[in-house]
């Protein structure tokens, strides 16, 4: 079984400052993550991804995540924020598999950023 | 390229009735997933199809049914419902014929079924 927690479930900010939304994961095999963003009355959009490689991998609107093993984390930053990014983040994981089943991703409970000018 | 679609947007039922939701994978994609999100929760796996089959199920009753078309479009359905069942329903596609490429794991999302039992 897998789990997520993401550590905070609301972050306030102003706006051109630095953020870092926290998750941190259970499983028991390896895993593949991702973070998404859900605008009010909208679905989920990708933002990121950690599936091989390097461990630091950047994504949409200048956002970036660190892969961290040993911590089971996989936190969410982004240097200066902006008033758009006011939505709710959701980090998720994905246990490898193979055969006929995959990709069931797990989220976490969510964390709304709020950016306030 | 079309992105993932769903129908209808919003949808108001009953105790006890049955209700169907569709979905339309991006194109070029082969597999669906249905995810149930409850207000203030993440969303949580409900089951997924390929090749009209399903492949793998979360923690559901069996008053949530699907169906999986040969045109990869697929069908939510939830009979007998309950005022739990309340939530946005998201269905999320993927390309599974790769299933060792990397891209197998990324689901794209669509905007959601706004699903209000009274």
């Known amino acids: 079984a897998q789990s997520v927690t993401q550590l905070d479930s609301q972050v306030p900010v102003f706006e051109e400052a630095p953020v870092e939304l926290r998750c941190n994961y259970s499983s028991s095999v390896s895993v593949y993550l991702f973070w998404y963003v859900q605008y009010p009355n909208q679905g989920l959009q990708l933002l990121l991804k950690y599936l091989s490689g390097s461990t630091l991998v950047k994504g949409i609107n200048g956002f970036e995540a660190e892969f961290n093993k040993s911590q089971t984390s996989f936190h969410l930053r982004k240097p200066s924020v902006h008033i758009s990014d006011t939505a709710e983040y959701f980090c998720?994981?994905?246990?490898?598999?193979?055969?006929?089943?995959?990709?069931?991703?797990?989220f976490g409970q969510g964390t709304i950023l709020t950016v306030h000018p | 390229d079309a992105g993932v679609t769903q129908s209808p947007t919003h949808l108001i039922k009953t105790r006890g009735q049955q209700v169907t939701l569709r979905c339309s994978p991006k194109s070029g994609h082969d597999t669906v997933s249905w995810y149930q999100q409850a207000l203030g929760q993440g969303p949580q796996f409900i089951f997924q199809y390929y090749e009209e089959e399903e492949r793998q199920r979360g923690n559901f009753p069996d008053r949530f049914s699907g169906h999986q078309f040969p045109n990869y479009s697929s069908e939510l359905n939830v009979n007998a419902l309950l005022l739990g069942d309340s939530a946005l329903y998201l269905c999320?596609?993927?390309?599974?014929?790769?299933?060792?490429?990397?891209?197998?794991?990324?689901?794209?999302f669509g905007p959601g079924t706004r699903l209000t039992v009274t």
């Open positions: 998720a994981v994905s246990q490898f598999a193979g055969g006929t089943s995959y990709g069931k991703l797990t």
């Open positions: 999320a596609s993927s390309l599974k014929s790769q299933v060792r490429a990397f891209s197998a794991y990324e689901q794209y």
